[in-house]
């Protein structure tokens, strides 16, 4: 007996368009489902989240934000009852006419990313610094959420 390797992609070649149109048409339904509205795809693809990295420390914690291709100017951060909460946008370079592009996989539009603080950090002492790309917010913690050693004695 002789191995046969499996292809998918043919498999599907074999389906009738009209199956592959129907099965384009549930992605839709889901896609604008879980987005919370009827949204369209194409609407919904323009959504952008970037990645983000949140490190806690002895003494803060750091949240790190890949923004590659996005303006200093374009990013704006706040924080309100505990909530840290980081937006902004990536403008889509204008196209020219001559251009004749066989592909785009670059995302663009607006992003806006929160995250709950604990209560004991210093809101007033937050501090964002961006560099080849990557937005770094320090967010300080109060003393009284900074780890203590405690000494035990022997009696």
């Known amino acids: 007996m002789s191995l ?7 498999d599907l070649m074999a389906f009738p368009s009209d199956v592959l149109s129907m099965q384009r048409n549930i992605n839709k339904m889901f896609e604008s489902l879980f987005h919370g509205s009827s949204v369209d795809a194409e609407i919904a693809a323009s959504v952008w989240n970037p990645a983000v990295d ?9 949240v790190r934000v890949e923004l590659p ?10 924080t309100r009852e505990n909530i840290l909460t980081l937006r902004g946008e990536k403008k889509q370079q204008k196209e020219t006419k001559e251009s004749n592009y066989h592909r785009m996989e670059r995302s ?12 004991s950090v210093k809101n007033d002492r937050i501090e964002a610094s961006f560099k080849d790309g990557i937005l770094e917010v320090v967010v300080p913690k109060a003393e009284e959420a900074k780890a203590r050693a405690i000494e035990v004695k022997v009696k």
Do not use: N
Not at 4 to 10: E, N
Not at 54 to 62: A, D, P
């Open 54 to 62: 949140v490190e806690e420390r002895e003494q803060e914690f750091v």
């Open 108 to 119: 663009y539009g607006s992003f806006q990313r929160s995250f709950t603080l604990p209560g």
């Open 4 to 10: 046969v390797r499996w292809k998918p992609g043919q």
């Open 69 to 78: 291709g996005v303006a200093k100017d374009d990013v704006h951060i706040t």
